[in-house]
């Protein structure tokens, strides 16, 4: 299986800041990778696939970039409704695996 | 627009059976994969498996291999997950998603299992 890490597991920011959160695959998976942002009680909401690409209706502060290996997520500017857990997921081989998670809050 | 339902809540008894049902509407039922996503109480999202839609055939985490069944009934565009043999380790909340991405998700099913 193809594992996923993430780091942090965790940050604290301030509105207005910049949030990098960083994805690293156990094998290259090309640009096999989603980013899904988890809230409590909510269902996750995919954010970027393809690794860079923005799903419709997704805030252009969102973004992602990487490929084979190695991928970043990045919020330009930190908002009060991005607090909430994300996590990438690989698609390139089944089974399907997740990352850990980054937790996202204030500060 | 395209929405997933789900089946309501569920508590069982350890070694029971749970059947989660996901209803598709507002697009082709059989154009994506039906895929199944658990998260447990304080943990991360959990790949199940998947099923496709057009032919029925599965593909299943290891971990659930044995334990999980994952079927369609294309006449009413519903996606089922079964998971058997059920522990306390298997209270969670239960996803099913599909469309490109997976982007479309549904509400979520919460399963408790308890003595």
């Known amino acids: 299986d193809i594992q996923m890490t993430q780091s942090p597991s965790s940050l604290s920011a301030s509105v207005g800041d910049r949030v990098t959160i960083t994805c690293r695959a156990s094998?290259?998976?090309?640009?096999?990778l989603n980013w899904y942002q988890k809230k409590p009680e909510k269902a996750p909401t995919l954010l970027i696939s393809?690794?860079?690409r923005l799903e419709t209706g997704v805030p252009p502060r969102f973004s992602g970039s990487g490929s084979g290996t190695d991928f970043t997520f990045t919020i330009s500017s930190l908002q009060p409704e991005d607090v909430a857990t994300y996590y990438c997921?690989?698609?390139?081989?089944?089974?399907?695996?997740f990352g850990p998670g980054t937790k996202v809050d204030f500060k | 627009q395209v929405q997933l339902v789900q089946s309501g809540t569920e508590v069982k008894k350890p070694g029971a059976s749970v059947k989660v049902s996901c209803k598709a509407s507002?697009?082709?039922?059989?154009?994506?994969?039906f895929h199944w996503v658990r998260q447990a109480p304080g943990q991360g999202l959990e790949w199940m498996g998947r099923?496709?839609?057009?032919?029925?055939?599965?593909n299943y985490a290891q971990k659930f291999q044995g334990r999980v069944t994952m079927t369609r009934d294309t006449s009413i565009t519903t996606a089922y997950m079964e998971l058997s043999r059920l522990r306390s380790d298997d209270t969670a909340v239960y996803y099913c998603?599909?469309?490109?991405?997976?982007?479309?998700w549904g509400q979520g099913t919460l399963v408790t299992v308890s003595s």
């Open positions: 998603a599909s469309g490109s991405g997976p982007g479309y």
């Open positions: 507002g697009y082709t039922f059989t154009n994506y994969f």
């Open positions: 099923i496709n839609p057009n032919s029925g055939g599965t």
């Open positions: 094998q290259g998976i090309s640009n096999s």
């Open positions: 393809d690794a860079s």
């Open positions: 997921q690989q698609y390139d081989a089944l089974p399907v695996t």
